[in-house]
């Protein structure tokens, strides 16, 4: 017993001091590709230079949940390689120690990185890209899609009921694509929705369209105590100059205005809550829930990384150098191709969005079963 943890030691040192090199290189060429990229950008003396320098920067999170499974992989195959060539392994498996039992450190290993990047893409990543969003609004300059309209929102009131729109313009108050709801277990559901309205402190308007012509309003509710049955009112082509529905909302808007973030803002639970308004207002939520999904899953790559490069290289051939860095490469390409279509059969609802964000890993833990039962003979 005393032996088997000698070896453990052993090779989680190893292992471990392969993985800080790997993870540290992969992250530095994904930052320096980063920066090269902007480089144009950065050298340009009409551009914030130093703003665009630390949104470049604050991408170092997201870029640490990419080059955790690679520093396993590389640590995996290069430990594992130079086992091999130097006959240390024939050394173990003559001394009863098996295949199997010599995974245990680089299991270790794995389950660590799946910690430390799960914790970053929850905590850390988030907040990077709050804090780039928020140098961004002060930098308009630096936006890259200069013709975007008004950022949509979501704000939950003090009654209980929430309040969205695809866009909200603070200054006019203007919103479009309204959804106003709450819940009573005794009422039951009141639903408005609306494709205009604004809002005037805590008086929220919907309908309105001084500019143009009304749009379609829609006021329905669903529970037959309330109305005695579905009813639907629409507006079409109307010039009007008074709201069809009018409310107190209690607060003012604008000062509790929440912009609709991107899934990387998001934390699982605030995903989870955006993907539920969005259904509320009929929006697809394959893109929000893939995305939920894949907060699970991605950090599992570097276990999946692990399971297929260990079996793998005791099959390579000893006397090759570079073969780690070769193999490194094709899984790393093999497994993020995956990634990528997996990602856009979800978000376009061809997979379910559990199945697109777990698909990658499934493949290669069958693949690294199969490897791991030929490796055996």
């Excluded at 290189?25 to 703003?51: T, V």
Aim: hydrophobic share 45%.
């Amino acid at each position: 017993m005393k032996a088997i943890r000698t070896v453990d030691k052993y090779v989680f040192v190893e292992a471990g001091g392969l993985f800080v090199l790997g993870f540290l290189a992969f992250l530095a060429f994904l930052l320096i590709n980063k920066l090269f990229l902007e480089a144009d950008k950065l050298l340009d003396p009409s551009q914030p230079g130093q703003a665009i320098a630390l949104v470049t920067l604050l991408e170092a999170p997201n870029f640490m949940t990419w080059s955790l499974p690679i520093g396993i992989l590389f640590s995996t195959l290069m430990s594992m390689g130079r086992l091999a060539k130097d006959n240390e392994l024939t050394a173990f498996f003559t001394n009863g120690i098996s295949l199997y039992r010599l995974f245990m450190p680089y299991l270790v290993l794995s389950c660590i990185a799946v910690t430390i990047a799960y914790f970053t893409q929850e905590n850390l990543v988030t907040l990077a890209a709050a804090k780039q969003q928020e140098i961004i609004d002060a930098n308009p300059v630096i936006r890259q899609d200069e013709s975007k309209e008004a950022d949509p929102f979501i704000t939950r009131l003090d009654s209980g009921r929430f309040l969205s729109a695809t866009s909200f313009d603070e200054n006019s108050g203007a919103l479009n694509n309204i959804v106003y709801d709450s819940w009573d277990e005794d009422e039951g559901e009141l639903l408005v929705t609306s494709r205009v309205g604004t809002v005037n402190k805590a008086i929220l308007n919907l309908g309105v369209n001084l500019a143009t012509p009304a749009h379609v309003f829609d006021h329905f509710t669903t529970d037959e105590k309330i109305t005695g049955g579905k009813e639907s009112v629409k507006l079409y082509d109307m010039y009007i100059n008074e709201p069809t529905h009018k409310s107190n909302i209690g607060l003012a808007l604008a000062e509790q205005y929440t912009a609709i973030k991107t899934p990387q803002e998001l934390t699982q639970t605030d995903l989870a809550e955006q993907s539920r308004i969005k259904k509320a207002r009929g929006e697809s939520v394959a893109h929000e829930m893939t995305d939920y999904h894949l907060r699970y899953s991605g950090p599992f790559a570097s276990l999946a990384f692990a399971l297929v490069a260990m079996p793998l290289s005791l099959r390579a051939p000893r006397d090759e150098r570079l073969l780690g860095l070769i193999i490194s490469f094709v899984l790393v390409l093999v497994y993020y191709t995956i990634y990528f279509l997996s990602k856009l059969m979800g978000y376009n609802e061809v997979l379910p969005p559990w199945l697109a964000a777990w698909s990658m890993n499934i493949m290669f833990a069958f693949i690294s079963f199969g490897i791991f039962a030929f490796s055996r003979k």
